[in-house]
């Protein structure tokens, strides 16, 4: 999995500028130090592969509340973007917010953290 915090850069990383400020991260109720940014190689819906998600690390509890948001978990060692929501005990995953859910068994999904922004690069995203 590639995540770096947000406005940092591994070693050897192509730097790139992305569309969120830490103005924004905190106007999305996010502390900077718990932002991580993702290329995502698995995306949803709305969110197309190749295009990068803002992910806060802290927020990985569902709830009610939360049925439908957008999180980045790992299902079966894989890390990908997926709508989520509990389901007595187990948890629901999609593609889209509306449906259809797949119920996996309890302890089958790692919640990583909810997705607070995504965006694009105005290019053409190659894989490397």
């Known amino acids: 999995m590639n995540t770096h915090s947000v406005g940092q850069h591994g070693a050897g990383d192509k730097v790139a500028r992305i569309g969120v400020s830490l103005a924004d991260i905190k ?30 690390v802290t927020d990985t509890e569902l709830s009610t509340r939360t049925a439908g948001e957008l ?15 509990p389901m007595d005990g187990c948890i629901g995953t999609a593609f889209a917010e509306s449906g259809p859910y797949t119920v996996n068994p309890a302890g089958s999904v790692q919640v990583i953290g909810r997705v607070f922004w995504f965006g694009r690069f105005r290019y053409r995203w190659q894989p490397e």
């Open 71 to 85: 999180y980045m978990v790992r299902v079966a060692g894989t890390p990908c973007l997926r709508h989520l929501a």
């Open 27 to 56: 106007r999305a109720g996010v502390d900077p130090q718990n932002a991580r940014l993702w290329h995502v190689t698995d995306g949803v819906e709305e969110v197309p592969t190749g295009a990068f998600a803002g992910i806060d």
